[in-house]
């Protein structure tokens, strides 16, 4: 009996030994997936900023922000809603499609900002990710149990800025970005948890590209919120 519990308890160990293996191995494919996403976004920023042409033009038109944004939105309902996550390469190709939209807005938010302050926005992103991906991983908090009430709070935030396109107030544009770092940075937190999987709730490790998905478009609206909060326009 002694020995039937020891070969039990080993093969436990094994088992769970395992699962955390292949869990470190979806840990690496998806932030892989996020570095590429993030040098992709960076080098289009850089080419808007420091090409005059380029930048000339996205002054005077706008109808690429817009058709970057409803792409976007419909790439997002075919990848997600159209279970296309884990069709390769099908979903790599959607996936670096909705990268290059979102690429594109944020470029229309960092050409009117001067290039040292978006730099600066930028570096001040990366030591918040990196300081709230540690507090993630080794924190004893369950921060996956919050879905619903993160939820709430961008349905409110929407409805926030939706009052602020008629109540232009500098003011008020400072109240609604700093409320959307908070709620970026709790997301962060949020689908930090769900990647690691050491919580209640985990995103499935066939489901790398959604997960790349959801932390590369937190640091992408988080630098947005920051860039507006504390940048600097350019005059």
Not at 120 to 137: D, E, P, R, W
Request: proline share 1%.
């Amino acid at each position: 009996m002694k020995e039937d519990a020891l070969e039990l308890m080993d093969e436990e160990l094994e088992d769970k030994q395992t699962k955390q293996t292949i869990r470190r191995g979806f840990i690496r494919k998806v932030y892989g997936i996020i570095f590429f996403q993030l040098l992709m976004t960076t080098i289009i920023i850089y080419i808007a900023m420091t090409n005059e042409l380029i930048m000339k033009y996205m002054y005077a038109n706008v109808w690429p922000l817009y058709i970057s944004c409803i792409s976007a939105v419909l790439l997002l309902i075919i990848l997600i809603c159209g279970h296309m996550t884990e069709i390769v390469p099908l979903n790599f190709i959607l996936l670096f499609a909705i990268t290059f939209c979102e690429a594109v807005m944020a470029s229309y938010t960092t050409i009117y900002f001067e290039p040292v302050s978006v730099l600066a926005c930028a570096g001040l992103t990366m030591i918040i990710v990196f300081g709230l991906t540690m507090y993630a991983c080794f924190t004893k908090r369950d921060i996956t149990m919050m879905g619903g009430f993160l939820f709430c709070c961008s349905l409110l935030l929407c409805f926030l800025g939706i009052i602020g396109i008629f109540y232009t107030s500098h003011f008020y544009q400072m109240f609604l970005d700093s409320i959307g770092v908070l709620l970026m940075s709790l997301y962060l937190i949020y689908d930090t948890q769900l990647v690691v999987g050491e919580k209640q709730h985990l995103i499935d490790i066939d489901d790398y590209i959604y997960a790349a998905l959801l932390i590369y478009l937190d640091i992408i609206v988080l630098f947005i919120r920051i860039l507006r909060l504390l940048g600097t326009k350019k005059k």
